[in-house]
């Protein structure tokens, strides 16, 4: 590897994606501020449970999809660390368990602010996040992945990162989970979308590939809408009218769903893919101003 080449590593943590761990361990952090229980130590060890969780998936799904061919000419998206020769698949699947069983060591920190209870948690994100692509049942290669995604980057993240703070779980925190946990599968809708044609050839049969072109475009734009709606729920809930500042996002949302019907090229979907990843950033940030504030 030569000085100007990327960090293999780094390459198969895909950083850019890391928001998705991020921005919901905020939104259950700001609801614990507006309870008056903010607690620094569970939200920190939230945060990087999650995203030790999310490196250890993204390590698992180079690794898998190697062996399952899915990563091959037809694939539009960056390289991948296995499949260009970079890592060996002994190194990446080792790695993938040793960032596993860090994030689940850590997470057993957590069972000292939320009980024994907690360790079921921990087992199933560590256990779903290998059998995303991995295992005899790959979530992914079913048609499950954005499930998954919605649950332990939505819901979970944000529920559980409350709870471990307070002690208790509210409808708002299951409200701010299903925002953001939309916003997050709007990006693997971005991915799924754009490798319909080479994850048909290999048997990957993802969502996308699953319903189509024209019913995915339809879940992308409705993720949005929905997640949007969440907003007006939360306000009628118990906040103030500040917790609308998402709304802003609105035009930009369409024109994110407008342009997807188009999309074709690689340059296409980056811009995609930037652009549903600036959108989920925003709604967690602009979301938790508003739920701090209100």
């Not at 319909?196 to 734009?221: F, H, P, S």
Request: with cysteine; hydrophobic share 55%; net charge neutral.
């Amino acid at each position: 590897m030569t000085q100007s080449s990327p960090n293999p590593w780094l390459l198969a943590a895909r950083p850019r994606t890391l928001p998705i761990s991020v921005m919901p361990v905020l939104l259950g952090s700001a609801l614990a501020i507006h309870a008056h229980a903010f607690s620094f130590i569970p939200a920190l060890v939230c945060l990087a449970f999650a995203l030790l969780v999310q490196v250890g998936a993204n390590y698992a799904n180079d690794y898998y999809d190697f062996l399952k061919g899915a990563d091959n000419e037809d694939r539009k998206g960056p390289q991948r660390a296995v499949a260009s020769g970079l890592v060996t698949p002994a190194a990446m699947r080792n790695a993938t368990y040793g960032v596993l069983a860090l994030a689940f060591v850590l997470g057993m920190v957590l069972i000292a602010y939320g009980g024994w209870w907690l360790l079921v948690v921990g087992i199933l994100s560590v256990v779903c996040a290998v059998a995303y692509t991995g295992g005899p049942l790959p979530l992914g290669y079913l048609g499950l992945g954005d499930l998954f995604v919605f649950i332990f980057f939505g819901l979970v993240a944000v529920i559980f990162t409350f709870f471990v703070q307070t002690g208790f779980v509210t409808y708002e925190a299951f409200l701010a989970g299903v925002g953001i946990g939309l916003m997050a599968v709007n990006v693997l809708v971005v991915t799924s979308y754009r490798d319909i044609d080479g994850d048909t050839k290999v048997g990957k049969r993802t969502l996308a590939v699953r319903m189509g072109r024209e019913w995915t475009q339809v879940q992308y734009a409705a993720g949005y809408y929905i997640a949007l709606g969440i907003v007006f729920l939360l306000w009628i809930s118990t906040f103030s009218f500040w917790v609308l500042l998402p709304l802003v996002l609105a035009p930009y949302v369409y024109h994110l769903s407008t342009f997807l019907v188009t999309a074709v090229t690689p340059d296409d979907f980056k811009y995609l893919l930037i652009g549903s990843m600036r959108t989920l950033v925003l709604y967690g940030l602009l979301l938790s101003i508003g739920i701090i504030l209100g």
